[in-house]
Structures are given as structure tokens and as C-alpha cells.
């Protein structure tokens, strides 16, 4: 039986690492971080703070009645991966498909944090994406 550095050399004949090699790096760094009192670090978001896992603070919600649709495709999320799977099913002729998203608008981590005062070096007003950007898919 093959192992699986041969295996993935197979599929992969370019490949010029070593993924047990770099499995052992990733495996390292994580017990490096590991703390003793595992899920007890982290602090549920109750009582005062218990709004923040379902609120919205920078769009008033929609009350309307549920859309029924039938679609061929359903992207979950509208941060840059759902909007890259988006752009991509468009660019394959997939028109009929949702980007179904949880917040008011698009962005994912972008949309959901905001630092007053941030800025960007740059003057881009958009990251490099491996598609046209002009155009927004319906």
C-alpha cells in the first residue's frame, strides 16, 4: 500500500514539499498554543453581551415574509469566498443561484469588523480578485 507522501506525489508530481514535514510544523505551532483549561478560556456571550450573536448593529432588520425560490445553487455567506464562488459560477453560465448571507449586507469579517479610525495604506478601493470587478452578479 502506498503511502501517503507517494500517493499525494501522484496526484500532485510538482509538489515540492513534504506535507507530513508540514503537518508536523502546523501540529507543533497548535500544542504550542493549546492552554490548559481548553474551552473554559472563552467567555459565553450572555446576559449584557448575549445580543451581539444575533444582532445586527449596522443594519436595521427586514421584516418581510420568507422568499421561496427554486435555484440551482445556494452560496452560503457574503464574505470573499461566497462572493468568489458567486463570480465564479457566473463566469461558468450558472445564473440561477443565491448568495444567502446573515448580515445586512455584504463583506463577511469585513462587514461584521470595523475599527473606527482604520485606514488603508493604499489608495485600491478593491483587493485583487482573479475576476472582472466592474460588474456585480445578479
Known amino acids: 500500500m502506498a503511502s501517503e507522501r ?5 496526484l500532485f508530481p510538482d509538489l515540492d514539499f513534504d506535507p507530513e ?5 502546523y501540529r507543533y505551532e ?3 498554543r493549546i492552554r490548559e483549561d481548553g474551552e473554559a478560556q472563552y467567555i459565553e456571550a ?13 443594519a436595521e432588520p427586514i421584516d418581510r415574509d420568507p422568499i421561496e425560490a427554486k435555484i440551482d445553487v445556494v452560496v452560503i455567506g457574503g464574505g470573499f469566498s461566497g462572493l468568489m464562488a458567486a463570480a465564479r ?4 453560465g ?27 495604506d493604499m489608495i485600491e478601493q478593491h483587493f485583487f480578485c482573479n475576476f472582472e470587478v466592474l460588474s456585480m452578479p445578479r
Open 6 to 10: 507517494e500517493r499525494l506525489h501522484n
Open 30 to 32: 497548535r500544542d504550542k
Open 94 to 120: 450558472v445564473s440561477n443561484f443565491k448568495v444567502i448571507e446573515a448580515g445586512g449586507d455584504f463583506g463577511g469579517t469585513w462587514y461584521w469588523n470595523r475599527y473606527p479610525g482604520a485606514q488603508c
Open 21 to 25: 514535514e508540514l503537518r508536523a510544523k
Open 46 to 58: 450572555a446576559e449584557e453581551f448575549a445580543h451581539y450573536a444575533d444582532d445586527d448593529p449596522y
Open 89 to 92: 459560477l457566473k463566469e461558468r
